[in-house]
């Protein structure tokens, strides 16, 4: 997944411009939607394949390209999982609207577009894991501990904070007894997603 963020940031870093009309047509295409939010995956794949036709020698376009089909073909129907991949995208399109855009090649994004995307990326960097009491002594003990290293990571201002938090999560974290109850390994990977969340906004930035 990791790859696929790179390949594609690394493609857009310089700007592009969103395909407003068909090439020889004036005939608009339709602006992809997020009604399901893998539509910000579609709005990547416009904006690279505007790029694409300002700067066509540009071999990362196509890396960006295939990148984002493997995202997408990968991509789960099960709402929470899927809503990760569109995440992953909404960080994409964020940081191409963040780069410095050559001139002969303006990002086509409109304000609701912009507004939508922050809404949709400050839902998301806010997600967090609710405490879970499962009844488990042992299990609740290690929820608790990694929820308050979640939120030491999550309290971060600098990737050199959140990254010692990390460390401190590997080190420190109790691992959960072997007859901890599915809702326990369940809420302890939510948690880890956090903290995964939480280095996203301080990687790609906030929207």
Not at 28 to 43: I, N, Y
Request: charged residues 25%; contains cysteine; aromatic residues 4%.
């Amino acid at each position: 997944m990791k790859v696929c963020v790179i390949a594609l940031v690394l493609a857009v870093g310089c700007g592009s411009k969103d395909v407003a009309t068909s090439a020889g047509s004036a005939a608009p295409v339709a602006r992809p939607s997020v009604t399901d939010p893998l539509g910000f995956c579609e709005r990547v794949r416009a904006v690279l394949l505007g790029r694409r036709k300002c700067f066509p020698e540009d071999t990362s376009i196509k890396m960006g390209l295939e990148s984002l089909d493997t995202l997408e073909e990968g991509a789960p129907k099960e709402p929470p999982f899927r809503r990760k991949i569109g995440a992953d995208c909404a960080v994409m399109l964020n940081g191409m609207m963040r780069a410095e855009q050559p001139k002969n090649c303006p990002l086509d994004v409109t304000d609701a577009e912009r507004k939508e995307l922050a809404d949709f990326l400050t839902s998301w960097y806010a997600q967090r894991t609710d405490a879970l009491v499962t009844g488990n002594v042992a299990a609740d003990a290690a929820l608790a501990k990694l929820a308050a290293l979640r939120d030491a990571a999550c309290a971060c201002k600098d990737l050199a904070c959140a990254h010692k938090a990390g460390d401190d999560l590997q080190k420190t974290a109790v691992p959960l007894p072997a007859d901890a109850p599915t809702l326990a390994r369940d809420a302890a990977s939510n948690l880890l997603d956090d903290v995964s969340r939480c280095k996203q906004k301080l990687t790609y930035g906030a929207p």
